[in-house]
């Protein structure tokens, strides 16, 4: 499996950007997805995962905020920011687990493929 994400870039605090990663390799629809971010000095933190089935779930930092939704026909996972403040600046990892149950989404060490990483910067 491979995951390409995409989507990074520069924003204005209260803006907004979508993430995108693709999945290649293997039936998408067999993997329930995720997205991590790490900011500097920092640990690597849970944002939106959804399963194969499409329940999602999401940190409480994001939470109505953030949407994370999949595309079949496109193998992709998007994450949908809106109201982005600097706390929100990251690296963002999208990560793929085959099968993962709803209450694994917010568990890092449940995944077993990751992307390359996306920087999203947001300007105050």
């Known amino acids: 499996v491979q995951l390409q994400a995409s989507g990074g870039g520069l924003v204005q605090a209260g803006g907004s950007l979508t993430l995108s990663c693709i999945l290649s390799g293997r039936p998408f629809s067999d993997y329930g997805m995720g997205w991590f971010r790490q900011a500097a000095g920092k640990e690597r933190e849970f944002v939106a995962g959804i399963t194969w089935s499409g329940s999602r779930s999401y940190s409480d930092s994001v939470k109505g905020r953030f949407t994370i939704s999949r595309d079949r026909a496109k193998s992709t996972v998007y994450l949908q920011m809106n109201s982005l403040d600097s706390g929100d600046t990251a690296v963002y990892y999208c990560?793929?687990?085959?099968?993962?149950?709803?209450?694994?989404?917010?568990?890092?060490?449940?995944?077993?493929?990751w992307g390359q990483g996306t920087q999203v910067t947001v300007s105050s």
């Open positions: 990560a793929a687990k085959r099968g993962i149950i709803y209450s694994s989404l917010g568990v890092r060490s449940s995944y077993d493929c």
